[in-house]
């Protein structure tokens, strides 16, 4: 009998210690753990590691340094993964972000798409009639620091 691989429920264990109120440490670890599985992995992992983008904009808003930096280093490394064939599927879970997460969360997802301005700038301009509602409206979110972006 053949064994299927399992994939010991990593991507879960991650998002359950990146949402541990109680742990900074775990917090970390789980930004950490993204970074070196998006490092790893490669472009072949993009796919697996997009929905979780969301759970490591949620750490922008960490109270800790270490977490913060740790989740915007695995955000950047998520995204450099994809092409720019995938700039849409990339964008519509930014906007994801920018409609539902905090200010600093929203700032990170803004960011991850001007990312995307310089290597896909064919892939964005196509998006750009889809993706200028939802930056407008995050763009009037209440922090100077989400509008100044």
């Known amino acids: 009998m053949i064994s299927i691989p ?8 991650l998002h359950s210690f990146a949402q ?13 753990g993204f970074q070196s599985l998006a490092h790893i ?3 072949s992992s993009a796919p697996l590691l997009l929905p979780s983008l969301p759970v490591l ?7 800790g340094d ?17 092409p720019p064939e995938s700039t849409g599927l990339v964008f519509r879970a930014l ?15 803004l960011d991850g798409m001007k990312s ?7 892939a964005v301009a196509s998006e750009l009639g889809a993706t200028l509602p939802k930056v407008e409206a995050a763009m009037h979110d209440t922090k100077a620091e989400v509008s100044s972006h």
Do not use: C, H, Q
């Open 6 to 13: 399992s994939d010991a429920n990593i991507i879960t264990t």
């Open 20 to 32: 541990n109120k109680k742990s900074g440490y775990e917090r970390e670890s789980a930004a950490l």
């Open 41 to 43: 992995l490669g472009p």
């Open 57 to 63: 904009y949620d750490l922008y808003m960490d109270k």
């Open 66 to 82: 270490v977490v913060r930096l740790a989740a915007t280093a695995a955000t950047k490394n998520i995204l450099k993964l994809f």
């Open 95 to 109: 906007e994801d972000v920018l409609e539902k997460g905090k200010w600093k969360s929203k700032v990170g997802a």
């Open 116 to 122: 995307f301005a310089s290597t896909s700038k064919e």
